[in-house]
């Protein structure tokens, strides 16, 4: 009996840690506070000293661990500075958290870190499409290649999509490589291919 009332016991604070673990913000909250705080642009640095999707200045994103300027930082990174500054203080540095009455919920300043794996709720970012498992060159043609070459519009591109590599989409390559520290070697294998999606806007 008693080996029984452990048991229970030991799977209700498995139950209650789980619980916990599972206490930040909501993927809604995230989008409105977002949308509140730069329509939801994570690359918008519109010179006033704060920058990317959640605002950051720079005392604060570099309090959290960030380097260089949270515009030029992929969305998953942003997100898990996010919620890492949520961890550490709560909604307390977003003014617009205030106005859309976002409240504290338990995660808030408990000081604990949180991995990639917990932030990449955050974002909610429409799935991309898989590698094509073919490394491209210039000159190569391939149906696959359109999706990456549309994708590269959203950089301010303005690619009609041919699904051909040739100058064009050689000049995006070698600048969202450069971007994002990638072998600059012109070659679209499954790195450069990720980045067009969740890498940093080529310079």
Same mark, same amino acid.
């Given at each position: 009996m008693f080996l029984v009332r452990l048991l229970a016991l030991v799977g209700l604070?498995? *139950? *209650?840690?789980? %619980?916990? #673990?599972?206490?930040?913000? $909501? *993927? $809604?909250?995230?989008?409105?506070?977002?949308?509140?705080e730069s329509t939801d642009r994570y690359d918008t640095n519109t010179g006033n000293g704060y920058y990317g999707a959640y605002q950051f200045d720079l005392p604060t994103w570099r309090s959290v661990g960030g380097t260089g300027l949270p515009s030029q930082a992929s969305k998953a990174e942003q997100d898990?500075? #996010?919620?890492?500054?949520?961890?550490?203080?709560?909604?307390?540095?977003?003014?617009? #958290?205030?106005?859309?009455?976002?409240?504290?919920d338990r995660d808030a300043r408990t000081k604990r870190q949180p991995s990639y794996a917990e932030s990449a709720y955050i974002g909610n970012h429409p799935a991309f499409p898989p590698w094509p498992g073919k490394v491209y060159d210039y000159g190569d043609c391939d149906p696959a290649l359109r999706a990456w070459q549309l994708r590269m519009n959203a950089f301010g591109y303005k690619f009609q999509g041919t699904g051909c590599y040739y100058a064009?989409?050689?000049d995006a390559v070698l600048a969202l490589?450069? #971007?994002?520290?990638?072998?600059?070697? %012109?070659?679209? %294998?499954p790195k450069t291919w990720d980045a067009a999606w969740n890498g940093k806007r080529p310079r």
């Open positions: 604070l498995i *139950v *209650v840690w789980s %619980g916990a #673990a599972s206490a930040d913000p $909501s *993927v $809604s909250d995230w989008q409105r506070l977002r949308m509140c898990f500075r #996010a919620l890492y500054l949520y961890r550490m203080r709560g909604w307390q540095p977003w003014e617009c #958290a205030g106005k859309l009455g976002l409240r504290d064009e989409t050689k490589q450069r #971007a994002n520290g990638i072998k600059d070697s %012109g070659l679209l %294998g």
